[in-house]
């Protein structure tokens, strides 16, 4: 198997295809990057900006370059020297334009009947035969349905008639009553849909590749990739929602001949990856947050929370209350119907109250702590879980009782649809409860709040970080790791500044009590949260702000939803926003706020990019990351990337015009470029892994480890952690770091000869060294 060094992401669309990344691959190859990583690329929703919504698994999508596109950055990436990294999406596919997806065309005009039933998870039962989509403004709508060039239309959308079901004297209503399908009220989705989706997204419509001959024709044109060398890795999005993961990764390790294989696993804290998975690791987001806690000041927790309980009214933020709310805001609501479903499965003869099982399941599946169990493996969870759910509803333990045996039963051999859907589903619950609503709630600190992380672990310390860099080089070492994606809610330089801010917890409350006076908020968290994006992104456009304002509040849920908008609560928030750029106080305020937070959060940033960059595992850049980006949640992380000014000042670094500042966007660039290429050019250098320890007044400000084996030489990683309070300290002062040989900073191109060195000396010019023995 080849594995990579390091990996670069690129996202695909019809404004930067295939062709477009082939260009691009002689500017990774000089950047250092050692494979490219390809968002989805095989056909999706026309204009999908994202790949993630396949309506044909057969064809590389034609807008974002065809298989000619394919073929031409796979021979860029072959002549440089750079392998190839494509995420695939096994676990759905898009149906929001029926005639786009013949999979889904066909099952819509014939049903049952049609060749691709099976492919689709449908409960035929419980539509009455016909499968639900949630399309109509309203159930009356069927009223102003028309018959169009032999299809049923309502307003733009269009669907297919059975053979024999229409003739031209019927009225539309009476043939929709004959199709394989109903058109219904969207909001009846959250009771009645009776198909598997991806999460509460009813146009991604689950699809069974459990079944052998499905998963060949999902992955028919993937194996084609591998059979004529075009692709050396792949990236599998969700793997939650299969039937059986497990199952899903051997056979397709299988079938692409053993290559490299990551999958997008959510980790919680103290949970691996199961040993049975075969591949090398996850995608990230563990790293990310172990990354991101180094670089957060632990003495500002009791600050920022005392912050955070003023603008609760007084109420301290229970963070494990708000989870068990918030899922079950979820169960009862967005994915209620997927809850009926579990329900439904319980012999009627055991229990004949659906929605007295539909509440015990939903009780069960709040009290999970990961995304799901892999049973037998988490067997131990599940019946946690169901004591959890007994005692906070003593009500419902005999339910829980007669579930949790049925529940059990979803390993191998004896193996229960109830057992099996209760895993494909308690991930949902998890990421649209906690992931998109409990951490637009839980707002003390940003940077706490991303993707994988467990916000009430605030910071962790040095000798902690070095624990798990030793086990993750021991169990995962080819797993990726990262500190931004399309599905991050900030980046990293975002999170950075953000992270500063428990360095200065006096500054933020003070600035909050101003920002509150000067544009209230009633809703006080969602302030809290809301200032700290716009510090953390400052300067930005008016409209980034005022989308991602708009969808805080929407997911959070609290004074409005995507459902029902409150459009007087969704003005006075546009009108905080607004105070940013219009009102002189308030723009002053923001201005010296920034101010003071800018050279730590270009500290932090600097430090995290090269730990991340360095430590054990597989580092990835996102698109654009190796400038300052400073951005919110998607769409806000998905905008274009200019290649060219970034080619441009790397070739400015290359000829020796290294940045003055730390605080210079090049700077980052530098860090990027001579972190990747030391892995890929000396990679000798990144074997082991052990942690170096300073002496002095300010060895607790840096974070340093090398990279040897026990008998060789390996390099260096040196960072700055909490700037202000080093600043405060008066800076390194006499603190000493021993050098065991000789050493380059790949910085700056300075050498340091072997004994004590003064780490003030090291970090003369930047927060951050990478030292790497000088070759002879």
Known sequence: MKAPLSTYRLQLNADFTLQDAARTVPYLKDLGADWVYLSPILTAEQGSTHGYDVTDPSTVDPERGGPEGLLALSRAAREAGLGVLVDIVPNHMGVATPHQNPWWWSLLKDGPDSPWAEAFDVDWAAGNGRIRIPILADDEDINILEIKDGELCYYEHRFPLAAGTFSPEDAPADVHARQHYELMDWRRADTDLNYRRFFAVSSLAGVRVE?????????????????????????????????????????????????????????????????????????????????????????????????????????????????????????????????????????????????????????????????????????????????????????????????????????????????????????????????????????????????????????????????????????????????????????????????????????????????????????????????????????????????????????????????????????????????AFDNPEMHQELESLVEKLEPYGASNALGAKLVQLTMPGVPDVYQGTEFWDRSLTDPDNRRPVDFNARRQALEKLDQGELPASYLAEETKLLVTSRALRLRRDRSELFSGYASLQADGTAAEHLLAFSRADVAGEGALTLVTRLPRGLERKGGWKQTLLRLDVDMRDELTGRSFSQGEVLVGEILDSYPVALLAPVQA
């Open 211 to 579: 079944i052998p001959h499905i998963f060949a024709q999902t992955h028919q044109e993937i194996l084609r990739w591998f059979q004529e060398g075009l692709v050396d890795g792949l990236r599998i999005d969700h793997p939650d929602g299969l039937a059986d993961p497990e199952g899903y990764l051997h056979q397709l390790r299988e079938a692409i001949g053993g290559e490299y294989v990551l999958v997008e696993k959510i980790l919680e804290p103290g949970e691996s990856l199961p040993a049975s998975f075969d591949c090398e690791g996850t995608t990230g987001y563990d790293a990310l947050a172990d990354v991101d806690r180094i670089f957060i000041d632990d003495a500002g927790e009791p600050g920022l929370d005392a912050i955070d309980t003023t603008w609760r009214g007084g109420r301290p933020s229970d963070y494990e209350a708000m989870m068990h709310s918030t899922k079950r805001r979820i169960t009862d609501g967005i994915l209620h119907a997927e809850m009926l479903r579990l329900a439904r499965l319980v012999p009627a003869s055991a229990s004949p109250d659906v929605e007295q099982l539909a509440d015990a399941l939903s009780e069960i599946i709040t009290a999970f702590p990961v995304y799901r169990t892999y049973l037998p493996e988490g067997a131990d969870i599940l019946r946690t879980a169901c004591e959890l759910a007994s005692s906070r509803r003593q009500e419902l333990q005999e339910a829980v009782e007669l579930l949790l045996p049925l529940l059990l039963k979803a390993g191998p051999g004896e193996e229960t649809e109830l057992g099996r859907r209760f895993q494909q589903t308690s991930g949902m619950v998890m990421a649209k409860g906690v992931e998109d609503t409990a951490f637009f709630r839980h707002t003390r600190l940003g940077t706490l709040t991303e993707v994988g992380a467990d916000p009430t672990e605030f910071a962790i310390t040095p000798e902690e970080f070095h624990d798990r860099m030793r086990s993750r080089l021991e169990h995962i070492p080819l797993s990726m790791t990262t500190l931004s994606t399309h599905d991050t809610k900030r980046s990293e330089d975002t999170r950075a500044r953000i992270s500063a801010l428990a360095e200065l917890t006096p500054d933020w409350g003070q600035f909050l009590d101003r920002a509150q006076e000067l544009a209230r908020l009633p809703d006080g968290p969602l302030a809290n949260l809301l200032w700290q994006a716009i510090a953390g992104v400052w300067p930005a456009e008016r409209d980034r702000l005022h989308g991602f304002a708009q969808k805080a509040a929407r997911e959070a849920g609290t004074w409005t939803n995507w459902a029902d908008p409150n459009e007087n609560y969704e003005k006075q928030l546009a009108k905080v926003v607004d105070a």
